[in-house]
């Protein structure tokens, strides 16, 4: 079964108001990704995040993690329209698993108008 | 090279052909990794290379699909007897060895099969 789920599916915003996107998944994990798709073609990692980590930023984008709920947030500030895109959530699963096997998520539809 | 490359770029093909997909991951990144995105979807695991190792194809959806990797570096992924469920974007990646804790996928641009 899929291992990370995104919420929402679908995010539409006006520019320059924060996006959030939220990811939860199964089992345990050692690490996290979060990736962006434009276009439906290839993806390009944005952040990731350990287990041992809580909380990451890079330029607008802060990610949080939270290992009891198995979750995971995604906020972009000062969103603007190249944002729009289809964000992805990724995971690792800590153990009965393939070393380097990524499970992604069906990914959150975010749009973001000018 | 700078980056993964996959070719065809696009890929029109009728029902009971077969097709041959290729992927030229970034040099040195001794893991690589083939998915499926159907329109709309998610990324779906199809199979998973690490250096010499046995590769992982449990994500393969049958036997008509299989792939090879030269060494490590390009991959094929062939499709055989091409179905219409099989029209779908094909996406490559590669990432340096994996650990306990997982390198980033780089991917490529990804081909864009339509089987009539």
């Known amino acids: 079964s899929q291992q990370g789920e995104e919420d929402p599916q679908a995010l539409s915003i006006q520019e320059g108001e924060n996006a959030t996107m939220n990811c939860s998944y199964k089992?345990?994990?050692?690490?996290l990704q979060w990736y962006r798709q434009n276009s439906g073609r290839g993806l390009v990692h944005l952040i990731l995040?350990?287990?041992?980590?809580r909380e990451k930023h890079s330029g607008r984008l802060r990610v949080t993690l939270d290992t009891s709920k198995k979750s995971s947030s995604l906020l972009i500030t000062a969103s603007r329209a190249a944002d729009t895109a289809s964000y992805f959530c990724?995971?690792?699963?800590?153990?009965?698993?393939?070393?380097?096997?990524?499970?992604f998520g069906r990914g959150t539809q975010l749009t973001v108008w000018p | 090279g700078a980056g993964v490359s996959q070719s065809p770029s696009n890929k029109v093909t009728e029902k009971g052909k077969d097709v041959e997909l290729r992927c030229d991951p970034i040099?040195?990144?001794?893991?690589l990794y083939w998915y499926r995105q159907r329109l709309g979807q998610g990324l779906e695991f199809l199979i998973y290379f690490q250096g010499n190792s046995a590769p992982d194809k449990s994500g393969l959806p049958s036997d008509r699909f299989s792939a090879e990797r030269t060494g490590e570096s390009v991959s094929t992924l062939t499709i055989q007897r091409t179905q219409q469920e099989d029209s779908a974007v094909y996406l490559c990646?590669?990432?340096?060895?994996?650990?306990?804790?997982?390198?980033?996928?780089?991917f490529g641009p990804g081909t864009r099969l339509l089987v009539l």
């Open positions: 040099s040195g990144h001794t893991a």
């Open positions: 990724a995971t690792d699963r800590a153990w009965g698993s393939t070393l380097g096997r990524l499970y």
């Open positions: 990646a590669s990432s340096l060895v994996p650990g306990k804790y997982q390198e980033t996928q780089y």
């Open positions: 089992t345990s994990i050692n690490n």
């Open positions: 995040i350990r287990s041992n980590e």
